[in-house]
Each structure stands twice: as structure tokens, then as C-alpha cells.
């Protein structure tokens, strides 16, 4: 046996040093011409920026998902007092704390809320359907929410993110200790406001359509997301020599299997939510999933339950899936797709009755998706990437999968 | 003790330990001396073991997916031909055979019949239940399910010599080596 | 039985800096199998032990006897109208599954989250879970109305060529469930194997020894045999994860394939599922503090166990609230007037009673656990507990039977109560559960002694040793795997 010595981050690389400017400007380039070029392509549609902002919203729901994934992860990670993902929980504050750039990205969203968004029609809003909610549903309302949304998400993961950060210094067992107290609470409101926002973001943009199920199916997906981009970061900062030897395959394979349990875990969510309306049969509840099976929808939402359920369940089920570097690199790129699509398929329907492929959402992708990479890079930047003084840490380096 | 049959032929040599620590180390020394057919036991699993013995990766995964697949293929056969060839009718408006609808039963089957897979492979494997067994026959062996640890080198390796190997096992620094007779009717 | 420092052990307290100390009381491997297994094999049944059975089996004869009677008059003796057509039956029903969840998920969710703590109380669980789904399969088998064809409900070749319809959730209830039982039943069965072995090997008569023998299967404590074990361990915890999400979803399919008001919502299963982790965590508590007390257990089920039971009733009592508010929400969102009506007349038609002592039972009360104070004092934890059966069961109450006495016709609204028989068989189910929780602590190993030895530190073969570096990249390239550091 070679059980010989615990790695420490001596052995190893912590910072990203040269690499961050690099990243950074890289991200930000990306993210601007793929702005620019969206713009562009949505012009050129002359359908008023309609398109452009369905692609809008669906890129910026991708990616505060991630970011709201690792909100939450970190709250469950302290509420259960695990130890495994310490040597990694800094990508993850920071992918956190990157939602206050995500709130400037918001204001798009409620500036073209005219173009996306029932409500703002004025036939529908003064329908008789809409009647009570109107004063719900108005774009006043929808401004005050996605403040106070913003005021939770961003106070919680800049304080973690500060205070950790902080740690590193000062090894204080006191910064621990308040993350244990504040973390249940941390998930409360997270929770709700990640469930109300998906209602005000994806689901209002049918305002006559509702599940209740609609803020788990959001927050079941995007998590699966989060640990998909939180792997690839993980193997990137490894391939350039950072985090090499600390992080091992003990803690991929517990990436590999929250990535398999969280796909499962949106393979029933999703499942009992058609399944229900399905059976039931009720109109204005299958109006929903009618749009989405006809007119060629129905083969992208097909391809969305093979590719985002039935095929990475497949692929990661095995021990040695989830401990093989090149199959779980595959999968996690795999399921950031997938999952991708799945909200294409969910948003743009309300856009096209009939199928279609929307170049300006891939270069959203790019754009929205560099810019939120550029924010996290630039957050990770002069700091460790990895807690260095906390108290879990050696446990973490330490860590075995039974 | 008198329980313990002296009469039958030598099954094995055994020696026993006080701590996980020593047990393994032992484990090691036994693997690495070429022994086959011996065997570790302990009142629970000692984590590391696999590596210290030498036990490769087990079937029963393979196991379970051909009872998961039985299960799976079962309960959608099952279905289509009850609901849809054999004993057709519309109900609620719902097609013979819905997917949806028929998807709750599929996936029961395929757990149950995958977990029968599972425990009845792990008694294939294992070669359970053997109630009669020369191990269970000896007095000091019952503490390997309560807090010893025991080595067990069977007399049928190829590397077994009665001398050699008392002195091999009482070299690992055990409590005492012992015999373990086969159990002889009576 | 003398435990002198008993009230003074408290490991509660939260160190970041090292881990909890799972097992106290000093105790190593003999003591551990000693004080489990002696409860079994060598102390002397406690009288206390008689008086209680006596009770509870008197219990259960009423129960059978108010079927007896349900079975020759109908099931007109119990206090079910038009419209309403479940009552007390289907609540039991759901209450007793629901019940029965937390076994598994200590068992399998929290083993493949590697909780360490759970080998303390996972065998006292899985039984519980085991006694409450024999009492949630009583309901429905009575509740048919023409009991002599109950075997309709499995896919049996007849003599009139019929077969079950698989598109009914209610047939999806008879394989849930059935799975269930029979994949807890496995599991628990697997646990106990060593323990069944450690029992025949202490056991000093005859009878016990060929009982215990038989049923350990000569299991011999190989490492050989244990690798293959905890393998399929391993593979039942992963088959019951999603076998124990699917149970109550589907239980909860029975309402929401419906459109009830109230019932058809799609929240439903992942909510019923919280629910029913909620309520079984209750239950475990509620029978765990008296007998960890009665047979000097404190130092393997500990405060810390308790506590992070606490824990996870706070966490999944806040799901269960947070569920409330989004059925609410929408229901008025969704503008639908029957489904905002449901949601008032839930909370302030006929059954608002039942409704508020769900509200503050479920939702209310448990949040006290937030305070360390609360979570760790026992007789508190145990009142709380209490409280959580009751609103639990007045969640299935309140969901089916307010939904149904005011469904969409106002001619044909009912009210409904229920009759002594209704009550009595009821009261009688918990006589039967109680029965087969004395059986199981006076004839099997109530913890799991294998697995406990496995969670302390002296059960660590090689301290100071650890995993060699970056064994899993090799395909990282190789200057950077050497090196550290590139260029």
C-alpha cells in the first residue's frame, strides 16, 4: 500500500497568479462579442428584439442557476458540517459571489420584459384570467421583486464569500461557527426567493399557466449545472497545475455522484410534473405542455429527456464512470448542454409555435456565459483558491470515499 | 476446549488479534507470503482490508443489472400485454399502453427485481446459507463475530505445510495458533 | 443498571476543529456487543415488558375485531358519506407509510451521504419502518368494500380473463408499496445478518442457538464475505434511495392524477415525500428517548443523535411549511375558483380546526428547534415529536377529506365524522405497531453492532496512513503531476 502521506497545499498550487488576467481578459473579450453579436442577430430577425430578448432570458436564467446552485450548495455543505468539499468551496463562493454582476445583467431583462412576458400584453393583462393578479404581475412589481431577490442572493454570497476570504488570514474558528448558525436560514430565503423568481423569470412568461412544482424544477436542473461547471472549473484549474494532488479522485467521484443524483433527482421532478398535468388533462394546464409537443417541439422536448435524464443517468451510474477523468469531463460538458436545452425548450416555444434554432441564444450563451466567467475569475483572482485556514481542511485533503 | 471436535482431519490454522491495526498488518504479511486459500475475519468490515488481502472487485454490480433489466423488460411487457393485447379498454381517455401512466410500475419492478438480484447474489456469492462449517464448530472462533479478529490459513493451499505455516502464524505475533478440525459426523 | 455519568455526557457541542465523538461511555468492542446483545439473551424480561404487551396485543384484537365486524356489515359501519368516500381509511393509510420512510432514509439516503451517526439508530428505524407499512397495508386491503376480491388488485390469470388496470395510480399504490415492504424487509434482513451471527454465538441455550444459528445463515465474519456484503450494501442503499422517493410520490399520485381541488397539484410528491421523512422522524424519536432510557443506551444513541434528528424534522418540517405557502400561492395565482376556494376552506370552512392543528404542528412548532436549547433537551424534543404525529396525521386528513366534502357541486357538500369503529381501528393499528416494536426489542438486536463498531476510532486499521497523492490522475500530463508546477 502507498498510504503514505496526506497532501498538503504545499504540494500544490493556489492562486491563479499569471493565469487570472489572462482568463479574465479572455472571458470578458468573449463575453462582449458575443453580446454585440447577439444584438446583432437579433437586429437583423426585425422582429423588434423579440428573439433577442427570449435569449436573453433564457441564458440569464442558465446562469444564475449556476450561481444560485452554489449558494445553496454551500449553505447545505455548513448546515451538514461536511468536511469533503472544503479544499474546493472557494470556486464555489465565487460562483456565488458573482451575483451582484448578475443583477446588472437583470436589468435587460426587465427592460425587454415588454418583448418576453404575457403580462405586459396589453390583451392579456386585462383579461378576465388576469383580473386578481394584475397587481402582482406588472412590470413595477416584477422591478421590486428582482431588487429584494437580489438584496438576498447577493448579501448571502458576498458575506460568505467575504468572510471566508477573511478566514484565510485570520483562522478565526468564529467566521465557522456564525456559517453553521446562518446557513439554515441562508437556505430558507434562498429557497423561497429562487422559487419565486423561477415563477416571475421562466413561468410568468405564460401568465396564465402555473405549477406549483415550477421553483423545484428550476432549482433541480440548475443544480445539476452548477456541479457540471463546478467539475469542468475544477479539471481546468488542474490542467494548468493548480489544485493538482488536493483535490483527487475521491472528490470527483462525490462531483460524479451529485451530478448523477441531481440528475435523477430532475428526472422526477420533471416526470411528475407532466405526468400530473398529463393525467389530469385539466385545459389550461396542458395548454402548456401542448405548445412544447407540437409543431416539432415535441422532438426537442424528446431529445431533452434522453439527453438531460435517460443518458447521463446512464453514463454515471457506474463507480468507475464517476472516478475516470475524460468520461466525467465528457458528461459534465454533456449536461451543461442538456440542461441548456431543457430551458430552451421550456422558453422559446412561448417565442416560436414552430421549432426553431435560435442562433442569437448560442451567442447569448457565449456572451452572458463570458461575462459571468469573467466576474468569477475576477473574484477568484488575489485570493486562494482554496480556504487555506479553515478548520475542516485537513479532513477535506484527507477524504475517502468509503 | 472440549466443544471444539479434535477428531476430524486439519481443516485450517488459525491465530487471533486484539486490534484492527495488528490484524491487518498480518493480513498483509499472509497475502504477501503467496497464501490463497486463507481468509481474515472480523466483527465488522475493517476498512482498507480489500487492499491488505488482495480481494478484487466482486460481480454482484453485473448481477443487479441483469436483474434490473429482467425487471424493467418484465413490467412493461407485463403491462402492454394486460392493459393493451390481452384485456383491452379505454379508461379516463388514456392510450392502452401510456407511457406516462405505465412508467411507476416499470420502475417498481425494476428495483424490486434488481434488489432480489442483489441479495440473492450476495448469498450465491458468498456461498450462504452453510449452516455447518468447521469455523463454526470451534469455541474460540466465536468471538470473531464480537470483538477478535482472527487469520485463517486453510490446509488446502497449495503453500499449507502444518509446521511451516504454525510457525509463519505464530510469527504475526497473534495471541496463539490454533487448529480448526473438520467436523466429523457422528 | 448503573449509569453514573450519564447526565453529564454532552457531545453536542459544535467543534469545527474535530470530529464528534459518535460513540461515549468509554466503551470498546466487547462492551458494545455486551450491552446490545444482553438486552436480547440475558436479562431477564422486565415485567413492565409483559404489562405493555398485554396492552398493546389487547389493542390489536380490538382492531381485528372491528374489521371483523367492518367485513360482515360493510364498510357503511364507518362515518363515510357522498361525497365522502375516503376518510379515516386512506388518512391512516398515508399516515402509517409516511411513517414508514424515515427507516430507509436513515438507512440508505444518510449511508450513501455517509452519515456516520445513523448506524446508531438505523436498525431501530428500518423495524419501525417494517411495522409501519404492515399497518398501512391493513387500510387499503379493508377499505375496498368487497374484501373476498381483493386479489383483484394483483395481476392474477382468472377465470374471467380480466386483468388490473395499470393506468390506475391505485394499482401504482399496490407495487409501491409492495416494493417497499419487501426491499425494507431485504435491507433490514442484510443489516442484521451480522448481528443475527453475534447472537447465536453468545447464546447459551439450545433453542436460541438454533434460532439465531438458522437465521444468520452461518455467516462466518469473512473478509471474503464481507467484501461481497458491503457491496450489496452498498447497491440495496442505492436501489431503496429512489425506491423510498418513489413510495410516497406515488401514494401522493393517488390524489393529484385526480382533479380534486386541493388534491391536483404537482407539487405533491416531492411534498408528500418531506412530509413523510417528517413524521417518521417523529415516530423514531418518540419510541427511541423512552428506550434508550429503559435499557441504558445512552451512550450509543447520544444527545448528538438526537440532535441531528432535530435537525433534519426542522429541515424537513420547513419543507413541509414551504409546501403549504406555495400550494396557497398558487392556488390563487392560478386564478382557477375552485382551487382558491379549496385552499379557503381548508383554512377557515368546517375543518378549519383540523387545518390549524396541522398548521401549527407541522409548521409552527418545530420551528423552535432553531434554538440548541430546545433540540438537545429531551423531554422537550419528546413533546415536540408528539405534536408532529398529530399534525401529520392531520395533514392526510385535512387534504383528503376537506377536498372531498366540498368538492365542485355546493348541493352535495357533506361533513363528515367519523364513528367509534372508524376510531377504534385506528387506535387498534397503533396497538398492532407497538406489538411488533416489544417483539422486536426483546427478541432481535435493536442496534446495529456491526456497523457501530465501524464508526469508532479504534475501529481505524491504519491512523497516521492516508490515501497516496493523486492516485486518480494519471491523465493529468506528467510535469504537472510531478512537478507541480508548469513551465
Same mark, same amino acid.
Given at each position: 500500500?502507498?498510504?503514505?502521506?496526506?497532501?498538503?497545499?504545499?504540494?500544490?498550487?493556489?492562486?491563479?497568479?499569471?493565469?487570472?488576467?489572462?482568463?479574465?481578459?479572455t472571458?470578458l473579450?468573449?463575453?462582449?462579442?458575443?453580446?454585440?453579436?447577439?444584438f446583432?442577430l437579433?437586429?437583423?430577425?426585425?422582429?423588434n428584439?423579440?428573439?433577442f430578448?427570449?435569449?436573453?432570458?433564457?441564458?440569464?436564467?442558465f446562469?444564475?442557476?449556476?450561481?444560485?446552485?452554489?449558494?445553496i450548495?454551500?449553505?447545505?455543505?455548513?448546515?451538514t458540517?461536511?468536511?469533503?468539499n472544503?479544499?474546493?468551496r472557494?470556486?464555489?463562493?465565487v460562483?456565488?459571489?458573482?451575483?451582484?454582476?448578475?443583477?446588472?445583467?437583470?436589468?435587460?431583462?426587465?427592460?425587454l420584459?415588454g418583448?418576453?412576458y404575457?403580462?405586459?400584453?396589453?390583451?392579456?393583462?386585462?383579461?378576465?384570467?388576469?383580473?386578481?393578479?394584475v397587481?402582482?404581475l406588472?412590470?413595477?412589481?416584477?422591478?421590486?421583486?428582482?431588487?429584494?431577490?437580489?438584496?438576498?442572493?447577493?448579501?448571502?454570497?458576498?458575506?460568505y464569500?467575504?468572510?471566508?476570504?477573511?478566514?484565510?488570514k485570520?483562522?478565526?474558528?468564529?467566521?465557522?461557527?456564525?456559517?453553521?448558525?446562518?446557513?439554515?436560514?441562508?437556505?430558507?430565503?434562498?429557497?423561497?426567493?429562487?422559487?419565486?423568481?423561477s415563477f416571475?423569470l421562466?413561468?410568468?412568461?405564460?401568465?396564465?399557466?402555473?405549477?406549483?412544482?415550477?421553483?423545484?424544477?428550476?432549482?433541480?436542473?440548475?443544480?445539476?449545472?452548477?456541479f457540471a461547471?463546478?467539475?469542468?472549473v475544477?479539471?481546468?484549474?488542474?490542467?494548468?497545475?493548480?489544485?493538482?494532488?488536493?483535490?483527487?479522485?475521491?472528490?470527483?467521484?462525490?462531483?460524479?455522484?451529485l451530478?448523477?443524483?441531481?440528475?435523477?433527482f430532475?428526472?422526477y421532478?420533471?416526470y411528475?410534473?407532466?405526468?400530473?398535468?398529463?393525467?389530469?388533462?385539466?385545459?389550461e394546464?396542458?395548454?402548456?405542455?401542448?405548445?412544447?409537443?407540437?409543431?416539432?417541439?415535441?422532438?426537442?422536448?424528446?431529445?431533452?429527456?434522453?439527453?438531460?435524464?435517460?443518458?447521463?443517468?446512464?453514463?454515471?451510474?457506474s463507480?468507475?464512470?464517476k472516478?475516470?477523468?475524460?468520461?466525467?469531463?465528457?458528461?459534465?460538458m454533456?449536461?451543461?448542454?442538456?440542461?441548456?436545452?431543457?430551458?430552451?425548450?421550456?422558453?422559446?416555444?412561448?417565442?416560436?409555435?414552430?421549432?426553431?434554432f435560435?442562433p442569437?441564444a448560442?451567442?447569448?450563451?457565449?456572451?452572458?456565459?463570458?461575462?459571468?466567467?469573467a466576474?468569477?475569475?475576477r473574484?477568484?483572482?488575489g485570493n486562494s483558491?482554496?480556504p487555506?485556514?479553515d478548520?475542516?481542511?485537513?479532513?477535506?485533503?484527507r477524504f475517502?470515499?468509503? | 476446549m472440549?466443544?471444539?471436535?479434535?477428531?476430524?482431519?486439519?481443516h485450517?490454522?488459525?491465530?487471533?488479534?486484539?486490534?484492527?491495526?495488528?490484524?491487518?498488518?498480518?493480513?498483509?504479511?499472509?497475502?504477501?507470503?503467496?497464501?490463497r486459500?486463507?481468509?481474515?475475519?472480523?466483527?465488522?468490515?475493517?476498512?482498507?482490508?480489500?487492499?491488505?488481502?488482495?480481494?478484487?472487485?466482486?460481480r454482484?454490480?453485473?448481477?443487479?443489472?441483469?436483474?434490473?433489466?429482467?425487471?424493467?423488460?418484465?413490467?412493461?411487457?407485463m403491462?402492454?400485454?394486460?392493459?393493451?393485447?390481452?384485456?383491452p379498454?379505454?379508461?379516463?381517455?388514456?392510450?392502452?399502453?401510456?407511457?406516462?401512466?405505465?412508467?411507476?410500475?416499470?420502475?417498481?419492478?425494476?428495483?424490486?427485481?434488481?434488489?432480489?438480484?442483489?441479495?440473492?447474489?450476495?448469498?450465491?456469492?458468498?456461498?450462504?446459507?452453510?449452516?455447518?462449517?468447521?469455523?463454526?464448530?470451534?469455541?474460540?472462533?466465536?468471538?470473531?463475530?464480537q470483538?477478535?479478529f482472527?487469520?485463517?490459513?486453510?490446509a488446502?493451499?497449495p503453500?499449507?505445510?502444518?509446521e511451516r505455516?504454525?510457525?509463519?502464524?505464530?510469527?504475526?505475533?497473534?495471541?496463539?495458533?490454533?487448529?480448526?478440525?473438520?467436523i466429523?459426523?457422528a | 443498571?448503573?449509569?453514573?455519568?450519564?447526565?453529564?455526557?454532552?457531545?453536542?457541542?459544535?467543534?469545527?476543529?474535530? *470530529?464528534?465523538?459518535?460513540? !461515549?461511555?468509554?466503551?470498546?468492542?466487547?462492551s458494545?456487543?455486551?450491552?446490545?446483545?444482553?438486552?436480547v439473551?440475558e436479562? @431477564?424480561?422486565?415485567?413492565?415488558?409483559?404489562i405493555?404487551?398485554t396492552?398493546?396485543a389487547?389493542?390489536?384484537?380490538i382492531?381485528?375485531?372491528?374489521?371483523?365486524?367492518?367485513?360482515?356489515?360493510?364498510?357503511?359501519?364507518?362515518?363515510?358519506?357522498?361525497?365522502?368516500?375516503w376518510?379515516?381509511?386512506?388518512t391512516?393509510?398515508?399516515f402509517?407509510?409516511?411513517?414508514g420512510?424515515?427507516?430507509t432514509?436513515i438507512?440508505a439516503?444518510?449511508?450513501?451521504l455517509?452519515?456516520?451517526?445513523?448506524t446508531?439508530?438505523?436498525?431501530?428505524a428500518?423495524?419501525?419502518?417494517?411495522?409501519?407499512?404492515?399497518?398501512?397495508?391493513?387500510?387499503?386491503?379493508i377499505?375496498?368494500?368487497r374484501?373476498?376480491?381483493?386479489?383483484?388488485?394483483?395481476p !392474477?390469470?382468472?377465470?374471467?380473463?380480466m386483468?388490473?388496470?395499470?393506468?390506475?395510480?391505485?394499482?401504482?399504490?399496490?407495487?409501491? #408499496?409492495?416494493?417497499?415492504?419487501t426491499?425494507?424487509?431485504?435491507?433490514?434482513?442484510?443489516?442484521?445478518?451480522?448481528?443475527?451471527?453475534?447472537?447465536?454465538?453468545?447464546?447459551?441455550?439450545r433453542?436460541?442457538?438454533?434460532?439465531?444459528?438458522?437465521?444468520?445463515?452461518?455467516?462466518?465474519?469473512?473478509?471474503r464475505?464481507?467484501?461481497?456484503?458491503?457491496?450489496?450494501?452498498?447497491?440495496?442503499?442505492?436501489?431503496?434511495?429512489?425506491?423510498?422517493?418513489?413510495?410516497?410520490?406515488?401514494?401522493?399520485?393517488?390524489?393529484?392524477?385526480?382533479?380534486?381541488?386541493?388534491?391536483?397539484?404537482?407539487?405533491f410528491?416531492?411534498?408528500?415525500?418531506?412530509?413523510?421523512v417528517?413524521?417518521?422522524?417523529a415516530?423514531?424519536?418518540?419510541?427511541?428517548?423512552p428506550?434508550?432510557?429503559?435499557f441504558?443506551?445512552?451512550a450509543i444513541?447520544?444527545?448528538?443523535?438526537?440532535?441531528?434528528?432535530?435537525?433534519?424534522?426542522?429541515?424537513?418540517?420547513?419543507?413541509?411549511?414551504f409546501?403549504?405557502?406555495?400550494?396557497?400561492?398558487?392556488?390563487?395565482?392560478?386564478?382557477? *375558483?375552485?382551487?382558491?376556494?379549496?385552499?379557503?376552506?381548508r383554512?377557515f370552512g368546517?375543518?378549519?380546526?383540523?387545518?390549524?392543528?396541522?398548521?401549527?404542528c407541522? #409548521? #409552527?412548532t418545530?420551528q423552535?428547534f432553531?434554538? @440548541?436549547?430546545i433540540r438537545?433537551?429531551?423531554?422537550?424534543?419528546?413533546i415536540?415529536?408528539?405534536?408532529v404525529?398529530i399534525?401529520?396525521?392531520?395533514?392526510?386528513?385535512?387534504?383528503?377529506?376537506?377536498s372531498?366534502?366540498?368538492?365542485?357541486?355546493?348541493?352535495?357538500?357533506?361533513y363528515?365524522?367519523?364513528t367509534?369503529?372508524?376510531?377504534?381501528?385506528?387506535?387498534?393499528?397503533?396497538?398492532?405497531?407497538f406489538?411488533?416494536?416489544?417483539?422486536?426489542?426483546?427478541?432481535?438486536?435493536?442496534?446495529a453492532?456491526a456497523?457501530?463498531?465501524?464508526?469508532?476510532?479504534?475501529a481505524?486499521?491504519?491512523s497516521?496512513?492516508?490515501?497516496?497523492?493523486?492516485?486518480?490522475h494519471?491523465?493529468?500530463?506528467?510535469?504537472i503531476r510531478?512537478g507541480g508546477?508548469?513551465?
Amino acid at each position: 500500500m502507498a498510504h503514505t502521506h496526506v497532501p498538503t497545499l504545499q504540494d500544490t498550487r493556489t492562486t491563479l497568479d499569471g493565469l487570472g488576467p489572462r482568463v479574465f481578459g479572455t472571458s470578458l473579450a468573449i463575453g462582449v462579442v458575443g453580446m454585440l453579436a447577439a444584438f446583432g442577430l437579433g437586429s437583423a430577425q426585425g422582429d423588434n428584439l423579440k428573439q433577442f430578448a427570449f435569449a436573453y432570458v433564457l441564458n440569464f436564467a442558465f446562469f444564475l442557476g449556476v450561481s444560485l446552485g452554489a449558494l445553496i450548495f454551500i449553505g447545505i455543505m455548513y448546515v451538514t458540517r461536511a468536511s469533503w468539499n472544503v479544499v474546493i468551496r472557494r470556486l464555489a463562493e465565487v460562483m456565488a459571489a458573482v451575483t451582484p454582476l448578475l443583477a446588472l445583467l437583470a436589468i435587460p431583462v426587465i427592460l425587454l420584459a415588454g418583448r418576453v412576458y404575457g403580462w405586459m400584453d396589453p390583451a392579456i393583462a386585462h383579461s378576465h384570467a388576469m383580473a386578481h393578479k394584475v397587481g402582482y404581475l406588472n412590470q413595477g412589481a416584477f422591478t421590486l421583486r428582482w431588487a429584494i431577490y437580489f438584496i438576498v442572493w447577493s448579501g448571502y454570497s458576498l458575506f460568505y464569500w467575504r468572510s471566508s476570504v477573511a478566514q484565510d488570514k485570520t483562522g478565526d474558528l468564529k467566521i465557522t461557527r456564525r456559517f453553521e448558525n446562518l446557513s439554515g436560514f441562508a437556505l430558507m430565503a434562498t429557497a423561497i426567493c429562487t422559487a419565486l423568481a423561477s415563477f416571475d423569470l421562466v413561468m410568468s412568461i405564460d401568465p396564465l399557466w402555473s405549477s406549483t412544482m415550477f421553483g423545484v424544477y428550476y432549482f433541480s436542473g440548475s443544480f445539476v449545472s452548477f456541479f457540471a461547471v463546478l467539475t469542468l472549473v475544477t479539471m481546468g484549474l488542474q490542467n494548468s497545475g493548480r489544485l493538482t494532488r488536493i483535490v483527487s479522485a475521491e472528490h470527483f467521484h462525490d462531483y460524479g455522484k451529485l451530478m448523477f443524483g441531481f440528475t435523477f433527482f430532475w428526472g422526477y421532478i420533471a416526470y411528475s410534473q407532466y405526468m400530473l398535468y398529463w393525467y389530469a388533462n385539466i385545459p389550461e394546464e396542458t395548454a402548456w405542455y401542448l405548445m412544447r409537443s407540437t409543431h416539432g417541439w415535441g422532438k426537442v422536448g424528446l431529445a431533452t429527456l434522453f439527453c438531460t435524464f435517460a443518458l447521463p443517468f446512464c453514463g454515471l451510474v457506474s463507480r468507475w464512470a464517476k472516478r475516470n477523468r475524460k468520461v466525467m469531463a465528457f458528461w459534465a460538458m454533456w449536461i451543461i448542454v442538456a440542461q441548456w436545452l431543457n430551458l430552451y425548450w421550456v422558453i422559446m416555444p412561448e417565442y416560436s409555435e414552430h421549432a426553431m434554432f435560435s442562433p442569437a441564444a448560442v451567442a447569448l450563451f457565449l456572451g452572458i456565459g463570458g461575462l459571468w466567467f469573467a466576474g468569477v475569475t475576477r473574484l477568484a483572482m488575489g485570493n486562494s483558491l482554496v480556504p487555506t485556514r479553515d478548520p475542516r481542511l485537513d479532513e477535506s485533503l484527507r477524504f475517502e470515499n468509503a | 476446549m472440549s466443544a471444539t471436535p479434535r477428531n476430524g482431519a486439519l481443516h485450517a490454522l488459525m491465530t487471533d488479534f486484539e486490534s484492527p491495526s495488528q490484524f491487518m498488518q498480518a493480513c498483509v504479511k499472509v497475502r504477501d507470503a503467496g497464501y490463497r486459500h486463507w481468509d481474515a475475519h472480523s466483527p465488522f468490515p475493517v476498512h482498507g482490508m480489500d487492499d491488505a488481502m488482495g480481494i478484487r472487485g466482486t460481480r454482484l454490480p453485473w448481477i443487479v443489472l441483469v436483474g434490473g433489466i429482467t425487471g424493467f423488460s418484465a413490467a412493461l411487457l407485463m403491462q402492454w400485454w394486460m392493459n393493451a393485447v390481452d384485456y383491452p379498454y379505454v379508461i379516463s381517455g388514456k392510450p392502452l399502453l401510456g407511457l406516462p401512466a405505465n412508467f411507476p410500475v416499470i420502475f417498481e419492478l425494476t428495483v424490486l427485481f434488481s434488489a432480489f438480484a442483489c441479495f440473492f447474489g450476495m448469498w450465491g456469492l458468498n456461498g450462504m446459507p452453510r449452516w455447518h462449517h468447521p469455523l463454526l464448530a470451534n469455541d474460540r472462533f466465536r468471538r470473531a463475530s464480537q470483538d477478535r479478529f482472527y487469520v485463517v490459513i486453510e490446509a488446502r493451499d497449495p503453500k499449507f505445510d502444518s509446521e511451516r505455516t504454525r510457525a509463519f502464524l505464530a510469527s504475526l505475533g497473534g495471541a496463539v495458533v490454533e487448529e480448526v478440525r473438520e467436523i466429523v459426523e457422528a | 443498571m448503573m449509569k453514573p455519568q450519564v447526565e453529564a455526557w454532552d457531545n453536542t457541542k459544535d467543534d469545527p476543529t474535530k *470530529p464528534v465523538e459518535l460513540i !461515549l461511555g468509554g466503551n470498546d468492542f466487547t462492551s458494545i456487543t455486551e450491552k446490545v446483545s444482553d438486552i436480547v439473551l440475558e436479562r @431477564k424480561t422486565p415485567r413492565a415488558w409483559y404489562i405493555a404487551i398485554t396492552a398493546t396485543a389487547g389493542l390489536t384484537g380490538i382492531m381485528f375485531l372491528m374489521i371483523a365486524y367492518l367485513f360482515m356489515r360493510g364498510v357503511g359501519v364507518w362515518g363515510l358519506n357522498n361525497p365522502v368516500g375516503w376518510a379515516w381509511d386512506i388518512t391512516n393509510f398515508v399516515f402509517w407509510v409516511g411513517i414508514g420512510h424515515a427507516g430507509t432514509l436513515i438507512s440508505a439516503i444518510l449511508f450513501l451521504l455517509r452519515q456516520k451517526w445513523r448506524t446508531s439508530i438505523n436498525r431501530f428505524a428500518e423495524a419501525m419502518t417494517i411495522f409501519a407499512v404492515i399497518c398501512a397495508g391493513i387500510f387499503p386491503g379493508i377499505h375496498v368494500g368487497r374484501v373476498w376480491v381483493v386479489y383483484w388488485l394483483f395481476p !392474477l390469470p382468472n377465470n374471467q380473463a380480466m386483468w388490473p388496470n395499470f393506468r390506475s395510480p391505485l394499482l401504482w399504490d399496490v407495487f409501491a #408499496v409492495g416494493t417497499y415492504m419487501t426491499v425494507s424487509l431485504l435491507f433490514w434482513y442484510t443489516g442484521m445478518i451480522p448481528d443475527l451471527a453475534t447472537l447465536r454465538d453468545r447464546a447459551k441455550g439450545r433453542v436460541k442457538q438454533a434460532v439465531y444459528g438458522a437465521l444468520a445463515l452461518g455467516w462466518r465474519s469473512s473478509h471474503r464475505h464481507w467484501h461481497r456484503y458491503e457491496k450489496a450494501y452498498l447497491l440495496l442503499a442505492g436501489l431503496a434511495t429512489p425506491l423510498v422517493l418513489s413510495v410516497h410520490s406515488v401514494v401522493s399520485f393517488d390524489f393529484a392524477t385526480s382533479q380534486i381541488p386541493g388534491w391536483h397539484t404537482a407539487i405533491f410528491p416531492p411534498y408528500f415525500v418531506a412530509g413523510a421523512v417528517f413524521s417518521g422522524f417523529a415516530m423514531v424519536g418518540t419510541i427511541l428517548i423512552p428506550a434508550r432510557k429503559w435499557f441504558g443506551l445512552e451512550a450509543i444513541i447520544t444527545k448528538h443523535h438526537l440532535e441531528n434528528m432535530n435537525k433534519i424534522i426542522l429541515a424537513t418540517g420547513s419543507i413541509v411549511g414551504f409546501a403549504y405557502a406555495t400550494e396557497f400561492f398558487i392556488a390563487w395565482y392560478g386564478g382557477n *375558483p375552485n382551487e382558491s376556494f379549496a385552499f379557503i376552506n381548508r383554512a377557515f370552512g368546517p375543518y378549519a380546526w383540523a387545518y390549524w392543528t396541522m398548521v401549527t404542528c407541522n #409548521v #409552527v412548532t418545530p420551528q423552535l428547534f432553531w434554538s @440548541k436549547k430546545i433540540r438537545t433537551n429531551l423531554t422537550v424534543m419528546w413533546i415536540m415529536y408528539i405534536f408532529v404525529n398529530i399534525g401529520m396525521w392531520f395533514e392526510r386528513f385535512v387534504i383528503i377529506v376537506s377536498s372531498l366534502s366540498r368538492d365542485f357541486l355546493p348541493s352535495s357538500w357533506a361533513y363528515y365524522r367519523p364513528t367509534p369503529v372508524d376510531i377504534m381501528t385506528f387506535v387498534g393499528s397503533f396497538g398492532l405497531f407497538f406489538t411488533l416494536v416489544l417483539l422486536f426489542i426483546r427478541f432481535l438486536p435493536m442496534i446495529a453492532m456491526a456497523e457501530v463498531k465501524t464508526v469508532m476510532p479504534i475501529a481505524d486499521a491504519h491512523s497516521g496512513e492516508r490515501r497516496s497523492v493523486g492516485d486518480y490522475h494519471g491523465d493529468i500530463p506528467s510535469h504537472i503531476r510531478d512537478g507541480g508546477s508548469p513551465k
